[in-house]
C-alpha cells in the first residue's frame, strides 16, 4: 500500500477544484470536457505528478457531466457526449420534471462512471501484461488497428477517417527522424529554411490546444458568439428548478439492467480508440429503445432514456483510459491531452507503465472514484447554482480561454514563441479542415502515434527484410489481422446498410 | 513462382536514405487515398453540386465576417505584440501581463452583442482581474515561464 503516502489531502482538493471546473466547461454549450484539459494544462507543469493527474482527472469527469445541464434544461447538448439527453432530458424539463431529469441523469453519471473505474482497474492491467510480449511488429499492427477502427466508426465516411489519420501521421513526422529511436538524424518534409524551429516538429501541446481551443472558438466566431442561453427566457430555467417533479431514487426501479448495459457500453465503446461520447450514448441509447418495454415512451421524456445516455458517457471516462495506460493509445480525444500531461512529466504510457509506476496508477484510480463521487456530491446538491453557471456569457470566457491556450503553448518548452505560432497555425488549420470534411479525432491519434509507428515500421523492415513478417510473425500478428480486417468489414456492411435504409 | 513473389515483398533501406522511407508511403497514401475520395464521391457530389442540393460555400451562411477575421487578426496582433513587449522587461511576464489586458478588452468588445454600460464595466473589470490573476498565479506562484 506504497501509494497510500502519495494520497495527500492535496489530492482531493485537487480532485474537486477540477471537477468544479469541468462541470462549468462541460455545462457551458461550445466547450468541452477537452478543452477543459487542455486549458488547464499549464497548471499542471509545476504541480507534481499525481497532484496534476488529480486535477485533470477531475476535468476529465466533470467535464464529461456537466453537459447534461443545458442538455436537459435547454435542448442544447452542453458536451458532443450529451447529444442523448436532450431526447428525453428536455421533454421531462417541459413537463415539469427538470429536476428530476438532472437528478436521474446525475445518478446514473455516477453508476457509470463508477463501473467503468471498476472495469479499468481490472482489465487495464491485464491488456498491459499481454501488450507487454509485443513486439514492433505487433505495435504497428496495433496502431494499424486503432486508425482502422476510428476510421470505420468516423461520422461521414470511412476514407475520408482514414485520410484524416494518414494526414495526421504525415504532420508527426514532420522534423527529425531522432537518432535516439534509430534514425539517421536528418530533417524531412520542409524547406530548409523552417529547419530551426521545426528540427523536432511540432509540440504536441499547443498543436492539441490549437485544435480543441482555439479552432473551437474560431468557429463559434463564425456564427458570431451568440449567447444562445441568453436568448432563452429566464422562464426555463427557473420552471426547470421549480420543485415540481420531485425526485427520488424510486425512478431506477426496474431500470438497473438498463444503468448497466449502458454503462458497459459506454466503457466499452470508450476503449476503442478515438472513439468519442457521442458514439458511446447514441448506441446505448438506441440498445434502450430495443429492449425497453414501452420503446414509444422513449423521446417523449422518459427516465430510461436520460439513464442510458449519461450511464453510458460517463462510462466512457474509465473506458478511454484503459488503452492509454495499457497500450499507450489514447481511446478519445481528451485522453489525447491526458497523453501531453504524461509527456510533460517524463513518463511513457504504454504497456510497461503500470507496472512501473504502480503507485501512479493507484492514485490514478483513487482520483477517478474520488472525481466521481465528488461530480455526484456537488452536482446533486449544488444543482440550481450550476444551472445557473450556463448564462456566464461567452464575451467574458472566450478571451480568458485563448489567453490560458497561450500560457499552455508557450510555457511547454519553457518560452518558445514558435509554440504559441503552432497553436495559431493549427487553430486555423482545424477550422478550414472541419470545413473540408478532415475529421479531428482521426488526425489527432494519426498525429500522436505516427512517429511510433514510423519506427515500429521501418525497425521491423530493417530486421526481417520483408514484408511478409507482419503477416507471419507471430499469432497474435494474425488475430490482429483479423480485427483489423473485422473493422474494415463493419464499416462497408454499416455504410450500405446505411445506404439502403 | 513463389519465389519471385517474396522477392516482391523484401525490401533493403538505405540507412543514409531511411528518413524519407515512412514519409514517403505516407505521402503515396495519402494521395491514393485523395485519388480514391474524388473517383468514389467526386461524381455524386459535382451532380449534387449542380441539382443545387450542394454548394462549395466555404463559410456558413451569413457568416460572421468581422468577429471571425477579428479574432484572427486580434490574436496575431497579440502574439506579435507579446513577444515585442516581453524582449523589453524579460523574464517577468509583464509582456504577457501588459499585452493581455488589451487583448481581452478588444476581443471582449469584438464579441459582445447589445453593449451597455454594465456590461462595459464587466468587461473591464474581467479584463483587468483575470490577466492579472492569471499572471500572479501561473507565473509568479507556480513559476511558469510566461513571455
Known amino acids: ?501 | 513462382m513463389g519465389d519471385s513473389f517474396s522477392k516482391l515483398l523484401s525490401v533493403n533501406i538505405d540507412f543514409e536514405q531511411s528518413h524519407m522511407f515512412f514519409p514517403k508511403i505516407i505521402m503515396w497514401l495519402l494521395f491514393l487515398l485523395f485519388l480514391l475520395i474524388v473517383v468514389l464521391y467526386g461524381r455524386k457530389f459535382l451532380e449534387d453540386l449542380k441539382a443545387g442540393r450542394k454548394s462549395i460555400r466555404f463559410f456558413e451562411e451569413n457568416f460572421d465576417k468581422i468577429r471571425l477575421f477579428g479574432t484572427i487578426g486580434v490574436v496575431i496582433l497579440y502574439f506579435v505584440l507579446m513577444d515585442y513587449v516581453g524582449v523589453l522587461f524579460p523574464n517577468t511576464g509583464l509582456g504577457f501581463l501588459l499585452v493581455s489586458i488589451p487583448f481581452m478588452m478588444s476581443l471582449s468588445f469584438l464579441y459582445v452583442h447589445d453593449l451597455n454600460k454594465k456590461k462595459t464595466i464587466i468587461i473591464f473589470l474581467n479584463s483587468i482581474i483575470a490577466p492579472t490573476a492569471a499572471w500572479y498565479i501561473l507565473g509568479n506562484l507556480f513559476n511558469i515561464t510566461l513571455p
Not at chain 1, 155 to 168: A, C, E, N, R, Y
Not at chain 1, 173 to 178: A, M, S, V
Not at chain 1, 368 to 392: E, G, Q
Open chain 1, 1 to 501: 500500500m506504497e501509494f497510500l503516502s502519495l494520497l495527500s489531502p492535496e489530492l482531493f482538493l485537487f480532485v474537486v477544484a477540477g471537477v468544479i471546473v469541468g462541470i462549468v466547461f462541460g455545462a457551458i454549450p461550445g466547450m468541452t470536457a477537452t478543452m477543459a484539459v487542455a486549458v488547464c494544462l499549464p497548471l499542471t507543469y509545476s504541480l507534481d505528478m499525481v497532484n496534476g493527474l488529480g486535477l485533470l482527472l477531475g476535468l476529465y469527469v466533470g467535464g464529461i457531466s456537466g453537459g447534461l445541464v443545458p442538455a436537459i434544461l435547454l435542448n442544447i447538448p452542453g458536451t458532443p457526449s450529451s447529444i442523448t439527453t436532450t431526447f428525453d432530458g428536455y421533454p421531462m424539463t417541459q413537463n415539469g420534471e427538470g429536476e428530476k431529469a438532472l437528478k436521474t441523469g446525475i445518478t446514473s453519471s455516477l453508476f457509470g462512471g463508477l463501473l467503468s473505474v471498476f472495469i479499468l482497474f481490472f482489465f487495464a492491467p491485464v491488456l498491459a501484461d499481454f501488450a507487454i510480449k509485443f513486439s514492433y511488429i505487433e505495435k504497428f499492427l496495433i496502431i494499424l488497428f486503432a486508425l482502422s477502427v476510428i476510421a470505420s466508426l468516423s461520422k461521414k465516411s470511412m476514407l475520408v477517417g482514414i485520410f484524416s489519420g494518414v494526414l495526421g501521421i504525415w504532420f508527426s513526422l514532420i522534423g527529425t527522424y531522432d537518432i535516439s529511436v534509430g534514425g539517421n538524424g536528418e530533417t524531412r518534409l520542409m524547406f530548409d529554411f523552417m529547419e530551426y524551429h521545426l528540427e523536432s516538429g511540432f509540440a504536441l501541446l499547443p498543436v492539441l490546444i490549437g485544435l480543441f481551443g482555439l479552432g473551437t472558438i474560431l468557429e463559434e466566431a463564425e456564427k458570431g458568439v451568440k449567447d444562445e442561453v441568453q436568448s432563452v427566457n429566464g422562464a426555463a430555467l427557473s420552471a426547470a428548478t421549480a420543485k415540481t417533479g420531485k425526485f427520488s431514487f424510486s425512478v431506477f426501479k426496474g431500470q438497473y439492467v438498463n444503468l448497466f448495459r449502458s454503462g458497459m457500453i459506454g466503457t466499452f465503446v470508450g476503449m476503442l480508440p478515438g472513439v468519442g461520447g457521442s458514439a458511446a450514448s447514441v448506441l446505448s441509447y438506441t440498445q434502450q429503445k430495443n429492449f425497453s418495454k414501452d420503446p414509444s415512451k422513449l423521446g417523449t421524456g422518459a427516465p430510461e432514456g436520460v439513464i442510458a445516455s449519461e450511464s453510458a458517457n460517463n462510462g466512457l471516462t474509465g473506458g478511454a483510459l484503459v488503452p492509454l495506460l495499457s497500450l499507450g493509445i489514447p481511446g478519445d480525444s481528451t485522453t489525447a491531452v491526458l497523453i501531453g500531461a504524461f509527456t510533460l512529466q517524463g513518463l511513457q504510457v504504454g504497456p510497461l507503465f503500470i507496472g512501473e509506476h504502480l503507485d501512479i496508477w493507484h492514485s490514478m484510480v483513487v482520483a477517478l472514484l474520488s472525481a466521481n463521487i465528488a461530480m455526484f456530491l456537488i452536482m446533486f446538491f449544488a444543482i440550481k447554482y450550476i444551472a445557473r453557471v450556463i448564462t456566464v456569457p461567452k464575451y467574458l470566457l472566450y478571451p480568458i480561454i485563448i489567453m490560458m491556450c497561450v500560457v499552455g503553448a508557450y510555457a511547454i518548452n519553457y518560452g518558445i514563441m514558435f509554440d504559441v505560432w503552432t497553436l495559431l497555425l493549427f487553430g486555423v488549420l482545424g477550422f478550414v479542415g472541419s470545413k473540408l470534411g478532415i475529421e479531428i479525432a482521426p488526425f489527432i491519434i494519426g498525429f500522436i502515434l505516427g512517429k511510433s509507428a514510423e519506427v515500429y515500421f521501418v525497425k521491423s523492415l530493417e530486421s526481417f527484410g520483408s514484408f511478409t513478417i507482419f503477416f507471419t510473425k507471430s499469432p497474435i500478428a494474425v488475430f490482429l489481422w483479423v480485427l483489423i480486417l473485422v473493422s474494415i468489414w463493419f464499416s462497408i456492411y454499416s455504410s450500405k446498410k446505411g445506404s439502403q435504409a
